[in-house]
């Protein structure tokens, strides 16, 4: 017999999204239950993690301080041409795992009620609308299981007005509600990344030193190389100032012809030999294209991964998620009913309006750099077309237009590449344009409007490149 269970909402996935959204729920007097398929500590990224202080405030949240910063970074096309070296870089690594577990014990504080292990989730619908969500889980005290799971799993009953689905790129969640299914399309291969970050030991210090003053570089600094393979992918090095560890990074797109990161990990290694044995680290497949144009429907709303909430240029999507657990509560505090859809259309509203116009014009952006390719890629920085305030805003995740001081010489450098100029200018067109459209979005509840909009959105992006 299932036990049943009252609460105001239920957030499925202890990741960094879900975690902060459970807690930013109950921060604002909600009582709030956290499931995860896995044990707690297991939720979400398992690797280090590109993030900006800028997403932390706005999160209302304190930057990690496991936090260490890049000197330099230096960015170079797949052949060794050299593209732009970026000094003071803004983003900074943190450490996924400890985040998600700060996050969590911040939650536990704040009285959220957590279960791991959680299987076998069936959502039932009253009408459009979820109303309980049945599973069977592990109850969790202050963040730690202190049970075996075969004596403390339980059958639950769920009820709530609320649900949050943060389980990721497939939604488990989301995939039961028939409301979101025509507005959250499957996600293809060319708008998924597959990448690898690790940590590891450096066997060689003279070998690293080696590399490192091949590309001009120092330890601390770090070093990307971007196309090799495809347009969309890197292999990122930064090897730390004592020459004892090295962070590499590696991805592309998962559509079966540039390889995984898995596979692109080791290429490395058998290219680089310096690098020893792996410390920590982890793989997954991140989400690309544009955040869904309904990220809500009555009773349900989706953050993170779920929803397509991930920085397209470079497929970052920690900051993008905890911001958005905290925008969904703020839509819904004070609500009598926080699952109604006018309250949770102002969630998906204010989320367009600040972000989407940025994530949308970067996901032009990133498809430009699909079209061209590793050759397209070694042009454009054999050309000196990737300027520090391009790389820059990139890193910084907020669009911006070129300075006029820049765009005499951005025009005479193109014009010295008319192949290269007649890809890159169209696809840059259409990601200012789609930037812009973000600003039109449907205010208040209304699908017409908003398949309208969707649907001038996905004109100007155009089709995806091949």
């Not at 279960?115 to 009408?127: I, P, S, T, W, Y």
């Not at 009820?159 to 039961?176: E, I, K, M, T």
């Not at 995984?260 to 080791?266: C, D, F, I, S, V």
């Not at 920085?311 to 004070?334: C, D, K, N, R, Y």
Request: neutral net charge; hydrophobic residues 40%.
């Amino acid at each position: 017999m299932a036990e049943r269970i009252e609460t105001d909402a239920v957030v499925l996935g202890a990741g960094t999204a879900g975690a902060n959204a459970a807690l930013q729920l109950a921060s604002r007097g909600l009582r709030v239950v956290l499931l995860e398929r896995r044990e707690l500590s297991a939720g979400g990224a398992q690797w280090h993690n590109a993030v900006l202080e800028w997403q932390f405030r706005r999160a209302g949240l304190e930057p990690p301080g496991e936090t260490a910063g890049t000197a330099v970074t230096h960015m170079f096309g797949p052949g060794g041409e050299r593209g732009v070296s970026l000094p003071d870089p803004p983003t900074v690594k943190a450490d996924m795992v400890a985040l998600g577990h700060r996050l969590r014990s911040l939650a536990a504080e704040a009285g959220v009620e957590m279960f791991e292990r959680c299987k076998a989730v069936r959502v039932e619908l009253d009408g459009v609308r979820p109303v309980a969500l049945r599973t069977e889980a592990t109850p969790v005290s202050g963040g730690r299981s202190d049970e075996p799971p075969e004596a403390a799993s339980r059958r639950m009953d769920l009820r709530a007005p609320l649900f949050v689905d943060a389980s990721g790129l497939h939604g488990a969640l989301r995939r039961q509600v028939p409301s979101l299914h025509h507005w959250c399309p499957p996600v293809r291969g060319n708008e998924l990344c597959t990448a690898t970050d690790q940590t590891h030991e450096v066997r060689d210090p003279d070998g690293a030193l080696r590399f490192l003053r091949d590309h001009g570089a120092r330890p601390g600094d770090g070093v990307s190389i971007l196309g090799t393979n495809g347009g969309f992918s890197t292999r990122g090095l930064t090897v730390s100032s004592d020459l004892t560890t090295v962070s590499v990074l590696v991805g592309c797109l998962a559509n079966g012809r540039h390889g995984t990161g898995p596979a692109m990990l080791a290429e490395l290694l058998e290219d680089q030999p310096w690098i020893g044995d792996a410390i920590d680290g982890g793989s997954g497949v991140i989400p690309l294209r544009r955040t869904y144009a309904r990220i809500s429907a009555p009773g349900v709303a989706l953050v993170g991964d779920s929803a397509c909430q991930v920085f397209p240029a470079h497929g970052s999507g920690i900051g993008m998620g905890l911001m958005a657990g905290t925008m969904l509560a703020e839509a819904v505090q004070g609500a009598g009913d926080p699952g109604a859809e006018e309250v949770l259309w102002d969630y998906q509203y204010s989320w367009h309006r600040d972000f989407g116009g940025a994530l949308a014009a970067f996901d032009g952006f990133r498809r430009m750099s699909t079209a061209l390719g590793s050759a397209g890629v070694a042009e454009l920085m054999g050309a000196g077309l990737m300027s520090e305030q391009m790389a820059r805003t990139g890193l910084d995740q907020l669009w911006a237009t070129p300075p006029p001081g820049d765009l005499p010489r951005m025009a005479a450098r193109l014009a010295r590449h008319p192949r290269l100029a007649a890809r890159m200018l169209p696809m840059m067109a259409r990601g200012q344009v789609a930037g812009r459209l973000a600003g039109s979005y449907p205010e208040t509840v209304d699908l017409r409007a908003l398949q309208r909009w969707d649907r001038r959105m996905s004109a100007v992006l155009g089709p995806l490149p091949g």
